[in-house]
C-alpha cells in the first residue's frame, strides 16, 4: 500500500507539472502567432478558456468557479479515500491520473477563473472540443479503472 501511495504521490505530482509547463509553452508560443499554431494537418495548439465542464458544459452556471472547484475538491478526497485503502497497483495508477487532473483543472479554475485548454484534433471538417494534459489523464485515468474492473478476479459462485 505505501508503494501504492509514493507511486500515486508521483503521478498527481507529474500530471500538474506537465500541465503547467505544457500551458505555459503553449500559451507564450500562442501569444506571437495570434492565438493558433498549426502543427499538423489534423492538430492545432489554441488558447480556449473553458468555464464549465466537459465540452463547455453549465459555461453560465452561476458561481461556476466555485461551485465546480467545490464539486472537484469532494469528488478528489473521496478517490483520495479510495487509493489510500487500495492495495491493487492498476487502481493507484488510474486514481492518481484523474486525482491529478481534477487537482490540476482546479488549480486552473481557481487561478484564471477558467480551465486553460490548448490541444486542438479535428479531421474532416469535424473538431473535438480542444482539451489539455490534465483532461487527458482523468480520460486515461477513467478507462484503466474500467478496464481494471474487467480485469479483475471475479468471486467464484456457489
Known amino acids: 500500500m505505501r508503494r501504492n501511495l509514493i507511486t500515486g504521490a508521483i503521478i498527481v505530482i507529474a500530471v500538474i507539472m506537465l500541465d503547467t509547463l505544457a500551458q505555459a509553452w ?9 492565438r493558433a499554431v498549426t502543427i499538423t494537418p489534423f492538430f492545432n495548439l489554441v488558447e480556449v478558456w473553458n468555464h464549465g465542464v466537459s465540452f463547455g458544459m453549465f459555461n453560465k452556471l452561476a458561481y461556476g468557479k466555485w461551485l465546480l472547484s467545490g464539486m472537484a475538491i469532494i469528488i478528489t478526497l473521496i478517490l483520495l ?3 489510500f485503502r ?36 479535428h479531421a474532416f471538417g469535424y473538431h473535438w472540443p480542444a482539451f489539455n494534459v490534465t483532461d487527458m489523464a482523468i480520460c486515461i ?7 481494471e474492473s474487467f480485469l479483475r478476479p471475479q468471486p467464484a459462485k456457489n
Open 81 to 83: 479515500r479510495w487509493l
Open 26 to 34: 503553449v500559451f507564450s508560443a500562442l501569444q506571437e502567432d495570434n
Open 141 to 147: 485515468g477513467v478507462v484503466l479503472l474500467v478496464a
Open 86 to 121: 487500495t492495495d491493487n497497483r492498476l487502481t493507484a495508477i488510474a486514481l492518481s491520473l484523474v486525482i491529478g487532473g481534477a487537482i490540476g483543472n482546479t488549480i486552473d479554475r481557481l487561478r484564471f477563473g477558467a480551465v486553460a485548454d490548448y490541444l486542438d484534433f
